[in-house]
């Protein structure tokens, strides 16, 4: 069994989009105007035909999603520039399944580079929501059980005294119920409880000195690893009290671009 992703841009707006471009990357039809620009990752689920070798011909992942998706996006921006996103997808769900002859698995919309809504087949009355946000902050690798030696063995130069910085991302999902007008999880209040719990803790703090969670000698080590955990702690109840019937999935903290966690995986 396999599971193919395919990702597809275009853009929606006011302005009605002139010809068809080819620009598959930068996606099509072309910006027009002021309007906005979307992904779809569309993932597929099944085997690979033993004789051409793939699963499904990703040009016709392309077509579905132009001819199940994009016009009813663009007819809701268009027409309702309020509707909820996750419930929207959901509506395209069963229309997208169709033409991809019962292998669509989900997909995710990314409604900017930091935001998106994901819904699952068989799960189609519940959307898992993300949005990233950021934070600086300094940290030192280091065990207080173990000797000088040992944790500059372990650490490197992440253990020097005077410690280093980060600029961390950190990324919560949350699974939502969806109800007759969506999520219910608006985005403002989404940052707003980011914001509390996390950003003004963490946010150009020393997490060694600053964050009781992480300093000596009862906090943990602030790795990556223990940031995501500490993350998905602090932030579950409150999603939970905040958001009637919602459940914080996951939290995702990056370090660097190339480094991160995620907690539970």
Not at 60 to 70: G, M
Not at 140 to 154: A, F, H, M
Not at 200 to 215: C, G, I, K, S, T
Request: glycine share 8%.
């Amino acid at each position: 069994m396999f599971l193919l992703s395919r990702c597809v841009r275009f853009a929606v707006g006011a302005v009605p989009p002139g010809p068809d471009s080819r620009n598959g990357y930068a996606g099509r039809p072309a910006m027009a105007g002021l309007g906005a620009h979307y992904e779809l990752s569309v993932r597929c689920r099944g085997d690979v035909d033993p004789t051409l070798g793939y699963m499904i011909d990703i040009q016709e992942i392309d077509r579905a999603v132009r001819a199940a998706a994009i016009p009813r996006i663009r007819a809701a921006f268009d027409e309702h520039p309020a509707s909820d996103p996750g419930m929207l997808l959901s509506q395209i769900m069963p229309h997208l399944a169709a033409e991809l002859r019962g292998l669509l698995d989900s997909v995710i919309w990314r409604l900017s580079p930091y935001y998106s809504v994901e819904v699952r087949m068989g799960a189609l009355e519940s959307v898992l929501v993300r949005q990233r946000f950021d934070f600086a902050a300094a940290h030192r690798l280091n065990v207080e059980s173990l000797s000088p030696d040992e944790n500059l063995r372990l650490f490197g130069k992440c253990n020097y005294p005077g410690g280093h910085g980060h600029n961390y991302q950190v990324e919560p999902c949350i699974a939502a119920p969806l109800g007759a007008h969506g999520a219910a999880i608006p985005l403002s209040a989404l940052e707003s409880l980011v914001h509390a719990v996390i950003i003004e803790r963490f946010d150009h703090r020393n997490l060694n000195q600053d964050v009781e969670e992480f300093r000596p000698p009862r906090g943990v080590n602030p790795s990556v690893e223990n940031i995501a955990r500490v993350c998905h702690r602090l932030l579950a109840p409150e999603v939970a009290r905040t958001f009637p019937g919602a459940e914080l999935r996951s939290v995702t903290v990056w370090e660097s671009d190339r480094t991160s966690s995620t907690f539970p995986a």
